[in-house]
Each structure stands twice: as C-alpha cells, then as structure tokens.
C-alpha cells in the first residue's frame, strides 16, 4: 500500500479498551461474538504494576475492500486532536489483518497516560516493509478504559480546580477497621498534607466529623509509643488553635487519668496565657517593694497585654499605688498578701484614681504602716 491508494478507517474502527484490572489479573477483550469469552490472564503478583501497554482492534479497508494482508503500523500519541508534537511512538511489524480486522498491542511510555487527554494517530503501510507509511485521518481519542491501568507509584500529578477536590473517596460501609483511606510509613510520615496557599481556609490538613460520640474527633492522633499522639508547630501563629461554639464544652480539652507527679493532663514551656473576661488562669501577678518612698517592682508577668506593670510611692509608710496596665476593677479576683520577715503583717487595697490602679495599704497588728513586699495575684 502507498500513498496513492486512498486508505480510510471506516466508522466501524473501534477501539475496544475494555480493560479491567483486579487482583486477579488482567482481562483484556477484543470483538465480542457469541462464541467467544474473554481471556483471562493468570493471576499475578499484586505488589508489580500492570503493563501500559493497551489492546487497539480496528476494521482497515482500502477503497471501500477488507484489507487482507501483512501491514505496518505507527502509532503516535499526541495531547491534541489535530495539532502539537508527539509525545510517544509504537510500532507494529507483519501485523496480520485477516477482512479487514486487525488486533496489537501498542506499548507506551507510562508517563504518558497520566490522566490528561491524549489522541493516537495512526500511520500505516501494507504489503509489509514496502512503499511509504499513510495517515489515517481523524485522531482517535483515547477513551477511559486506558486510564482504569491507575496511577504509576510514585505518583505527582497538578490539576487546576477551584471547585472540587482532585482526590475524593468514600467507604460507605467505614468502621474504625475499615478507613476510608490508610497511610502507614516504615520511616517518615503516614500521611502529610501540605498547603501553599494564604488564605483563611488554606489548610495543610482538614478534618470534620458528624459524631456525638466525645471520644471521636475531626483528626485524632493516637500514639503507642514514647512518641506523642499530637505534634503541631508554627513558625508564625498557633502551633494548635481550638474553638468551639459550645457554652458548656471546650475549645481544647486534655486529660490524664495517671495522677502522678511527672506527668499531667497539659504542659506548658512558657507562658501560659488567657482572655481578659476568662476564666481559670491568672492574669497577671507582682512581687513588689511597697513604700512612701522608692518603691520597686521586684517582678511581674501581666497575662492580658504587653503593658508593664509599674508601681507608685504612697503619702505615708506601707502605702503606694500598683498600675496593671489593664482594668482590675470589673469582674476581677485579687489576692494580696503581705510578706513580714516573720512578723505579721496585713495589707488591704482600695480602688485608685483609674481602673488599671489598686491603692495598697500594709500596716503590722497593731495598725501602724510599715514599709515591705507585697505579692498580688490578680484572676
């Protein structure tokens, strides 16, 4: 066959890519008559990865005739239906074609069946070996059963969509032995997400849950060794961030049953701190100098701003006047003690000129004001 002899791929050319893959094996079906069954290769080892390779049977006439002959063909695979540059090549030698039909294999690279939409062109010659190879026109798109091959491992692949995961599975029937998707690692992670993006609902990792059950969660981590079951950090902002629109429940809840001296239900390495109008921890304590003159601030930590706290003499011994830097007038709990040597000594406050302000007053039993150190711890 050359180029002068007119070579059409009538519309009865079909590719029949009716691959299915299983555990088993590898079923690969040609024409269907009522005499013949698929074949079924023998079962194979589940760990190797299933050929690229794809069964491609067609009707190949010339003038209008069933070929009957030896033939060659080329198969060229491109991204475009009539355009760009070939992305891989087959070719078949001696292919018998018995009225008209034909059956190869055409074996590709695996990086070319990647997801993506991909149309094979055909070239062929017939006798076998002799004259110029002819394009047979149109480009047959290649249809889904190629892709049921999946994903070669390791698998990359980048998909532009704002409207729907790339990935999404469901087990429908899921118990706590049945996941829906299982990550496990001899080394590094079991699973990572990652997200590259900056906005408000860009996360590495999302998990949600419809359970009522308080022993479930959206992401839960479990540890059976010395590891810990959670681990968050951050470089800028919370390493771990809880909230929750419950008035009796808890943005962030941590138990331990072991009370022991060691160990505890949470473990701070710094500062632990609160909102202002919560409830729990303190907000801000001092160890001060309190005098008519020269009184210091030994130390403080203030839990509610990054204001110091700052302390003023008083008009009289054992008086003077400590600043918060925040109001501890409304819905506050202070406790102040005073610190004698050994001797016992009383102090009281009194509301100062602003809300930030507690006037103190320390005096022995007697009721004389004399000059020391206050603690005050204010909730």
């Known amino acids: 066959m050359n180029r ?34 698929p074949v079924t290769s023998a079962p194979e080892d589940v760990t190797a990865l299933v050929s690229s390779a794809f069964t491609y049977q067609g009707l190949l006439k010339n003038g209008g005739a069933p070929v009957n002959n030896q033939c060659d ?4 695979i491109f991204a475009d239906a009539s355009s760009g540059t070939s992305l891989a090549s087959d070719t078949d030698t001696n292919v018998q074609v018995t009225n008209g039909v034909f059956t190869v294999v055409v074996n590709l690279s695996t990086t070319v069946i990647d997801g993506n939409a991909r149309f094979v062109e055909i070239q062929v010659r017939c006798p076998t070996g002799m004259g110029d190879y002819t394009t047979l026109s149109p480009r047959q798109e290649l249809q889904a059963a190629p892709y049921s091959l999946g994903p070669r491992l390791p698998f990359s692949h980048t998909i532009n969509s704002s409207v729907s995961p790339i990935f999404a599975i469901t087990n429908s029937g ?59 950090t951050s470089t800028s902002g919370e ?6 629109g419950s008035e ?13 001296t060691s160990g505890g239900a949470i473990y701070a390495g710094g500062d632990a701190k609160q909102t202002l ?10 160890y001060v100098s309190c005098h008519n003159t020269g009184s210091t601030i030994d130390r403080y930590f203030n839990n509610v701003n990054t204001t110091p706290i700052t302390v003023i003499d008083g008009p009289s011994a054992g008086r003077c006047t400590i600043d918060f830097g925040f109001n501890v007038r409304d819905n506050r709990y202070i406790v ?7 001797v016992a000594r009383i102090v009281t406050f009194d509301p100062g000129t602003t809300l930030n302000r507690l006037d103190f007053s320390r005096f022995d039993q007697d009721g004389v004001g004399i000059n020391g150190s206050i603690m005050v711890l204010i909730y």
């Not at 109008?277 to 001092?286: L, N, R």
């Open 4 to 37: 002068r002899l007119r070579i059409t791929l009538s519309a009865m050319l079909v590719m029949l890519l009716m691959v299915s893959i299983s555990q088993s094996g590898t079923i690969a079906q040609g024409l269907d008559t009522p005499d013949s069954d």
């Open 73 to 76: 063909f080329i198969w060229n």
């Open 174 to 232: 899921g118990t706590n032995a049945s996941p829906s998707l299982l990550g496990s690692s001899f080394g590094g992670d079991g699973v990572q997400g990652k997200s590259t993006g900056a906005g408000s609902a860009d996360n590495g990792v999302y998990g949600e849950t419809n359970s009522t059950s308080s022993t479930d969660a959206g992401i839960k981590g479990v540890s059976t060794g010395a590891a810990t079951g959670g681990y968050f």
């Open 239 to 244: 390493g771990v961030y809880g909230s929750t």
């Open 248 to 260: 009796t429940d808890f943005g962030g809840y941590f138990y331990n049953p072991n009370l022991s």
């Open 277 to 286: 109008f919560g409830d729990g921890f303190v907000k801000a304590g001092v």
């Open 336 to 342: 102040a003690t005073a610190y004698g040597g050994g």
